[in-house]
């Protein structure tokens, strides 16, 4: 018993010190002066507020939308536009459908679940494979998720989008 103990004991204390051999840091070498003052550089991160995404070419952006109307502009595109009327346009943005279906389970009881399709698209539009579904599929209750929109000025500046969550209404 007094055996184990020890030999526990000493595996613990290897790993004690190992564990505090490995967290020791060197210490910096000192900087040489080369006696003149020098400027210390401070850096910073430049924050931004993410731009407003619309539908189409209106001033829709979220909220619960009329499947026509909601069709009419997703074929249209997105665009965004900053607090300086700055047009945006995009260049990428991930788009999640969540479809509302009605399933029976094992016991017979209705249950409203959601079926997603997610898909990254590039440029402004839906891809085609899911613009060839997509305004069949759509009918009240279901709910579209666009974001990380990728944004870019007509200068080449870059910037990312709030994301959108639009509902399909009547």
């Not at 900053?82 to 995009?90: I, P």
């Not at 898909?119 to 759509?138: F, K, N, W």
Request: proline share 2%; net charge positive.
């Amino acid at each position: 018993m007094k055996r184990t103990f020890g030999m526990v004991m000493g595996i613990m204390l290897l790993f004690f010190t190992v564990t505090m051999w490995a967290q020791k840091k060197k210490k910096p070498a000192p900087a040489k002066t080369t006696g003149k003052t020098e400027k210390k550089v401070t850096a910073y991160k430049a924050y931004t507020t993410p731009i407003a995404v619309y539908l189409g070419h209106s001033n829709v952006g979220a909220g619960i939308v009329a499947k026509q109307v909601f069709d009419s502009l997703m074929k249209q595109g997105l665009w965004g536009r900053d607090s300086s009327n700055v047009e945006y346009k995009v260049t990428s943005f991930n788009f999640t459908y969540a479809e509302r279906n009605v399933y029976e389970d094992s016991t017979g009881n209705s249950i409203i679940l959601s079926d997603y399709m997610i898909e990254h698209c590039d440029g402004d539009t839906v891809s085609a494979t899911i613009a060839a579904s997509l305004y069949q599929r759509t009918k009240a209750g279901d709910t579209v998720y666009i974001d990380q929109v990728a944004l870019l000025r007509s200068d080449s500046v870059g910037a990312m989008g709030k994301s959108l969550k639009v509902v399909i209404g009547k």
